[in-house]
């Protein structure tokens, strides 16, 4: 039986991107490029159509190496949360505290540290630590499940639950075989999520695995959801030549059972799940052999079904904001467009319902023309989705890139454009974004660092409404009261070269300008490419960025003060060790003590005066 359209409720955003051919312009904005053919989902209305589709999508792609598009790590290793009070908790009841900067406030996201003002807790070399902040002393200390890596062990924080979600992916080597020798196997990855109770001494009260690549979670009242994705496991076998080892690889494929394909999440208690073949669709433009899938667990009612949904695609970055989720994926491979044709990148479309507590359910699809940078290229805005994408240079032209403001409304099951804004930075790429209500400020960058001032009030009919010009960029930007924008980011000289951290602090009510300035030479901040790493206190104005000096040496905490329309330095945090590898991450607020954290550390000071310190070692 063929596949067909399934077309249940309200929304998931689920972005891929695709290459497709240039088409018309539509109506005229400056610069216009062409808008990106229509995209939609198709469902599985059989296992036995879904098991061939995906041997026919991963057969096409194998070749005497086995499949060569292996994953990439994430390019930006985004994973954070911002946490309130739970509904459990009564108003005043902890001391007033920061919470992890994240992009919505209905949508929290995993970090590094969590705390709900009464305990913080963390995680290092394997051990999950609460740290009591009146005491300043840790409180409990819990030796998570042997097997995994906790290095980069990301936490979401609900009531009495924690969520400790862990990534391991094997590297692939750079060489590949010769032909004829063993084919690569597939990445060796792993996905670990394992739930806390903290009601007491910490235990440990279910643990769920897969053969998955986590990419990221978002997290609304006490349900969680996760994406992973991953590619088939089929181990290919070798052959004696490029021509056999292709043909060998691909009979491997076509003998290869569905759940090969389809990933087992495995619950420590022994039951096993798998994603429903009538809750997995593709893009209707091409079909994929990788596999992205949403998972949804309630984290008050520990791990159990996490009701998977799955699209044969693959994805990089999730933004999501209570309501809808998103996910950017990497472009298919070009075969599926015929040779010779003006190949132009394109960003598919795909939204789901994720505002209940259940599977998310698909509603519409759509295309815009290029590629985002992160998940703050995206938001939602009384019903229309905003994208800013960038161009990437056309070979086959000479065109350089230029960046695009889109809004789009959604119209049955599709989207339609209804507004764009083109000729952004021609020639330059995008470096920050951040939409702030009804007006986008969009940063891009090649020798000096143009902040442009987007006007969305009419969104049929987007506007430029400004443009400043400084050395450098903004490769964050954070809104702030009374009209003004922090941006963190580089400083840079007359030809373009970065010379060192900058950050700005930019009156935007009007004609856009600078008006205070912090410049710390020959260093970087890790809030350049993890807003999670950035803090801002704006009861008193403090703000912490972790900055790492050049030489390698460790990274120490700059704590600023953004008042009346100026910066100023107030001093620094560091924490014992010289290695670049124990430097400050991360940093909280806890009524009137400001904390920072490494791996090898907690360090709690006045949050006033940077004195006071107690050094609470994790050791």
Request: net charge positive.
């Amino acid at each position: 039986m063929r596949g067909h359209v399934r077309v249940p409720a309200a929304a998931i955003l689920l972005l891929t991107g695709i290459a497709g051919c240039s088409g018309s312009s539509g109506d005229g904005t400056r610069d216009r490029p062409s808008q990106a053919p229509p995209v939609r989902l198709v469902a599985y209305d059989t296992c036995d159509r879904l098991h061939e589709e995906l041997q026919r999508a991963t057969a096409d792609k194998v070749g005497p190496y086995g499949l060569d598009n292996t994953p990439a790590l994430p390019a930006d290793g985004t994973w954070a949360l911002r946490k309130g009070p739970s509904a459990a908790e009564a108003p005043g009841a902890v001391p007033d505290h920061s919470t992890t900067n994240s992009h919505e406030p209905g949508a929290d996201e995993p970090d590094q540290v969590k705390t709900d003002g009464s305990r913080i807790v963390t995680v290092a070399d394997g051990r999950l630590r609460v740290i009591d902040p009146a005491t300043h002393k840790v409180a409990h200390t819990l030796q998570l499940p042997s097997g995994t890596r906790y290095d980069d062990a990301q936490l979401l924080l609900s009531g009495d639950r924690v969520l400790v979600l862990t990534r391991q992916a094997q590297v692939i080597p750079f060489d590949r075989p010769a032909p004829g020798r063993q084919p690569l196997p597939p990445p060796d990855q792993t996905t670990r999520l394992t739930l806390v109770d903290l009601s007491g001494a910490p235990k440990v009260v279910g643990s769920m695995t897969s053969g998955t690549d986590y990419l990221d979670a978002r997290q609304t009242g006490s349900t969680v959801r996760v994406v992973v994705r991953s590619q088939p496991r089929i181990r290919f076998p070798s052959g004696n030549g490029p021509k056999k080892a292709t043909a060998a690889n691909r009979n491997a494929v076509w003998k290869a059972p569905l759940d090969a394909w389809l990933p087992a999440f495995q619950l420590d208690g022994g039951q096993t799940y798998r994603t429903p073949c009538d809750q997995v669709s593709r893009p209707s433009s091409y079909a994929g052999a990788s596999m992205l899938t949403v998972l949804t667990l309630d984290l008050s009612k520990g791990l159990g079904d996490p009701q998977p949904i799955a699209v044969t695609a693959d994805g990089s970055t999730v933004y999501g904001n209570g309501k809808s989720l998103y996910v950017t994926g990497t472009p298919p491979q070009l075969f599926t467009w015929p040779r010779g044709k003006n190949v132009e990148p394109h960003t598919d479309v795909y939204k789901f319902d994720v505002s209940g507590s259940g599977r998310p359910r698909y509603v519409a699809s759509g295309s815009v023309k290029g590629f985002l940078l992160n998940q703050y290229s995206m938001s939602e805005q009384d019903g229309n989705l905003r994208i800013a994408t960038t161009t990437s240079q056309n070979g086959q032209d000479g065109r350089s890139s230029q960046s695009s403001v889109y809004v789009l409304a959604q119209r049955g099951t599709g989207f339609t454009q209804v507004g764009r804004i083109d000729g952004l930075g021609k020639g330059e790429r995008i470096h920050s974004v951040r939409f702030i209500g009804t007006t986008a400020y969009v940063v891009t960058f090649k020798q000096t660092d143009p902040l442009y001032v987007v006007d969305l009030k009419d969104p049929r009919h987007p506007r430029v409404t400004g443009e400043l010009k400084i050395n450098g960029y903004s490769a964050y930007l954070h809104p702030m009261a009374d009209g003004k924008l922090l941006g963190v980011g580089q400083d840079a000289d007359a030809g373009g070269s970065t010379t060192g951290l900058q950050v700005s602090l930019f009156d935007v009510s009007g004609t856009p300008r600078r008006i205070s300035v912090h410049k710390l030479p020959r260093t970087t901040s890790q809030a350049e490419f993890d807003p999670h790493a950035f803090l801002y206190w704006p009861k008193t104005g403090l703000t912490v960025v972790p900055v790492m000096p050049r030489d390698a040496r460790a990274a120490e905490a700059l704590a600023l003060k953004v008042t009346d329309g100026r910066i100023t330095e107030t001093g620094t945090v560091r924490h014992p060790g010289k290695d670049y590898r124990t430097g400050v991450t991360r940093s909280l607020v806890v009524g009137d003590t400001l904390w920072t954290f490494s791996p090898d550390g907690a360090r709690a000071v006045d949050a006033s005066t940077l004195k006071g310190a107690r050094w609470l070692p994790f050791g």
